[in-house]
């Protein structure tokens, strides 16, 4: 059973940077794309970037040059780096994990989630 632990939210002032983490552990063949989501209080939840096993990365425009996606293959940890926040950025952040089984086939697992809160 694969879980993945999300943790780095926290509150912090605008034009500050948190760093977030996704760890997954348990028992996979291996996972493909990584990424993290956010949610605000009565909005939908919205893609904020994502890798690929292979170090693509995807972005959300409102984050672009803003937050750095990257990820450790050997600890299978995928990190957000968010730089220069806005209070437009709060929001309860999750990650998602693309999992293989080594028959082929794939699942999502998610992070229980954390909290982002940006002050102005």
């Known amino acids: 059973q694969v879980q993945l632990v999300d943790s780095g939210g926290g509150l912090v002032q605008a034009g500050g940077s948190l760093r977030l983490s996704c760890a997954a552990t348990?028992?996979?063949?291996?996972?493909?794309?990584m990424s993290w989501y956010r949610q605000a209080p009565g909005k939908q939840r919205e893609l904020v970037a994502a890798?690929?096993?292979?170090?693509?990365?995807n972005y959300a425009d409102s984050v672009k040059g803003r937050f750095t996606s990257s990820r450790d293959n050997a600890r299978n940890t995928h990190y957000l780096q968010m730089n220069s926040l806005k209070t437009e950025d709060t929001a309860a952040y999750y990650c998602?994990?693309?999992?293989?089984?080594?028959?082929?086939?794939?699942?999502?697992?998610w992070g229980q989630g954390t909290q982002v809160t940006v002050s102005s």
């Open positions: 998602d994990a693309n999992i293989r089984r080594s028959t082929g086939s794939e699942y999502d697992r």
């Open positions: 348990g028992s996979f063949f291996s996972i493909n794309t």
């Open positions: 890798i690929t096993d292979r170090g693509i990365t």
